[in-house]
């Protein structure tokens, strides 16, 4: 099993709808969470960091669930500009950061 | 705000030429990552630095070196380079700790023919 695992989409979806990506990790030894967004021929940049207790910025929401080793990345009232990819990242305690090779988004007009 | 800087943005080279890339920040981080991103791949590690004079190798370090003399530089050498190091480079920066949240340069897109 792979270290970090996305679904590759590409996920179409109209606009104002509400979207929906999971994010595997294997290894229990997990720290931190993060989801980060890159658009086309960009670079990564954070989105939103996970919480144990689920958080939400905006249209956008994030939860974790360690028992079941996965993260979640919620969008609302979606948007044109929300087509992108979506990378799922996890840190560890020792510091090694995995990325996940990302979820593409289209926002339908 | 600079942030992460990659030089050079673009580059074309033959096999078996050799080149370095450049990558500052200047945002005092004690951390700097090299990673490749070619298509279907994802975000490869390459190698990485956690401070001044030291670096480590990450996934996929075969035919790179880095050297990291100053806090602020990430240099990454490709001494011949070959058409399978044909990508996009990433160079990130970030603080060590809990959250240690990367901060990417814009890359830089080396075609090897």
């Known amino acids: 099993r792979k270290e970090v695992e996305q679904d590759p989409g590409p996920f179409n979806v109209p606009e104002g709808a509400t979207v929906a990506f999971n994010c595997t990790y294997s290894?229990?030894?997990?720290?931190?969470f993060f989801w980060y967004r890159q658009d086309c021929r960009k670079e990564p940049k954070l989105l939103m960091s996970?919480?144990?207790s689920g958080n939400e910025d905006g249209r956008f929401t994030a939860q974790l669930n360690r028992a079941s080793q996965y993260i979640s990345l919620l969008i609302r009232d979606s948007k044109l500009s929300d087509s992108a990819t979506y990378l799922c990242?996890?840190?560890?305690?020792?510091?090694?950061?995995?990325f996940g090779k990302g979820t593409r988004l289209h926002i339908l007009p | 705000n600079a942030g992460v800087t990659q030089t050079p943005k673009f580059r074309v080279l033959k096999t078996g030429q050799s080149m370095t890339l450049l990558c500052a920040q200047d945002m005092n981080h004690e951390y700097m990552y090299w990673y490749r991103q070619d298509p279907g791949m994802g975000l490869r590690l390459i190698h990485y630095s956690v401070g001044e004079g030291t670096t480590a190798k990450g996934e996929v370090p075969d035919g790179y070196n880095v050297s990291r003399l100053k806090k602020q530089n990430f240099l990454l050498g490709l001494e011949s380079a070959a058409p399978s190091q044909t990508s996009v480079y990433f160079c990130a920066s970030s603080r060590p700790g809990t959250q240690n949240i990367q901060y990417f340069g814009a890359g830089t897109r080396l075609s090897v023919l």
């Open positions: 290894n229990s030894a997990s720290q931190s």
């Open positions: 990242v996890v840190k560890y305690r020792d510091d090694k950061i995995i």
């Open positions: 996970v919480y144990s």
